[in-house]
């Protein structure tokens, strides 16, 4: 079973915390304002919650599958 969600992160924040609520550790893609894929450090805080770490601050979408 596969269940996309995606979260926007409209203010700029170099940690993210998302409760995707899919009940599962999920891959998680990040994308900039500008649609470019960014890498960050990805924790598992419970299987709806991750907390995404980056190097610098930006806006975006986590897109989780």
């Avoid at 995707?20 to 960050?40: F, M, R």
Wanted: charged content about 20%.
């Amino acid at each position: 079973e596969m269940c996309i969600r995606d979260s926007d992160q409209g203010s700029p924040a170099s940690q993210w915390i998302i409760d995707h609520n899919l009940a599962k550790k999920c891959a998680v893609t990040v994308v900039d304002s500008s649609n470019q894929v960014v890498i960050g450090q990805v924790t598992y805080n419970s299987d709806n919650r991750v907390t995404l770490d980056f190097d610098s601050s930006f806006s975006g979408k986590a897109f989780f599958n």
